[in-house]
């Protein structure tokens, strides 16, 4: 009932002023459900940016193995040489 109560409101104003959806809920459903949902949003985000730093430096860790034990082998190959 929420969601279609939002929903209403968001496609009746039109264009989105700053503030995003924060302001839309506060707005349409009052500011006790507009700070609540703001809080999630935020801890949500920034749980999200921590999780995409973490994938981010193990891609890059993982990938640094690769390369570097390729070419230390291959130094090793052509030292035996």
């Given at each position: 009932?929420?969601?279609?109560?939002?929903?209403?409101?968001?496609?009746?104003n039109?264009?989105?002023?700053?503030?995003?959806?924060?302001?839309?809920?506060?707005?349409?459903?009052?500011?006790?459900?507009?700070?609540?949902?703001?809080?999630?949003?935020?801890?949500?985000?920034?749980?999200?940016?921590a999780?995409?730093?973490?994938?981010?430096?193990?891609?890059?860790?993982?990938?640094?193995?690769?390369?570097?034990?390729?070419?230390?082998?291959?130094?090793?190959?052509?030292?035996?040489?």
């Amino acid at each position: 009932m929420l969601t279609a109560i939002s929903m209403s409101a968001i496609s009746t104003n039109g264009v989105v002023p700053a503030g995003g959806s924060y302001f839309m809920i506060s707005r349409s459903l009052g500011p006790e459900f507009g700070g609540a949902v703001g809080i999630l949003f935020y801890i949500g985000t920034t749980l999200a940016a921590a999780m995409y730093i973490v994938g981010a430096i193990e891609i890059l860790i993982v990938s640094f193995i690769l390369i570097f034990s390729h070419i230390s082998n291959s130094i090793d190959y052509q030292c035996e040489l």
